[in-house]
């Protein structure tokens, strides 16, 4: 059947979303799913999906499912959250089973694919930080190819087990020091996926994109990856 735009009541309670439809008189052919951070919300992301205005694709931002403990504020991707009792700092490998099942299951698989009728070939995960970590674990998981994954400082963790490698396309990006995305993630990450294109920023740090010639790698992947009848415009949009 041919694909429709979602609605917020084809997701199961309590999920919490925000659905950015294509430019008017444009069809959705694509649904690009955006994944936020570690203590921020999916409105973040609402906003990202917005400026891309990506032609004939639908953005959905999901918020993680649990929120933060002591009132932080924010959400997170993990099963649990665990500190190491003398720096008092988070573990970074949470383990993400909780939502590679929401992700993978009750919003690819019921949702867009079963309810919606979307090929996963025109679905694309895009993540930052912990939310990278959460769109390359489910890509993983899935026994079918996706449109891609792209994870901004987000690597494949060690809680994920690697058996056989993925055919989704993986763009990885991360700064040129201060960062998660080192030699060996790098490396985990072509063990376990079959095309990976790595980005090195010139910048310190993992952050988002906040000019257009950092923008552009993502930009060119979209162009890649996106079904499109009218072309996807490459590095015409800034954020951060």
Known sequence: ???????????????????TPP??????VNILLLLHGLGDTN?????????LALPETACISLQAPTPLPFDLGGFHWGDDLQFDSATGQMDVDLGFKKAVDMIGRDVIESVLMEKCGYSPRNIILFGFGQGGMAAVATAHSLEFELGGVVS???PLLSSCSVNGKSTTPTLVLGGSSNTVI??????RFRTAFQTVQYHKWGKSGDGMPGNREEMLPIMKFFARRLRSRSGVPEGSVEVG
Do not use: C, E, H, Y
């Open 1 to 19: 059947m041919p694909s429709r735009l979602p609605t917020p009541t084809d997701f199961p309670s309590p999920f919490i979303l925000s659905i």
């Open 23 to 28: 430019p008017p008189s444009q069809q959705p």
């Open 43 to 51: 409105a973040s992301f609402t906003t990202l999906g917005t400026q």
């Open 152 to 154: 901004i400082g987000g």
């Open 182 to 187: 080192t030699k060996s993630a790098v490396s």
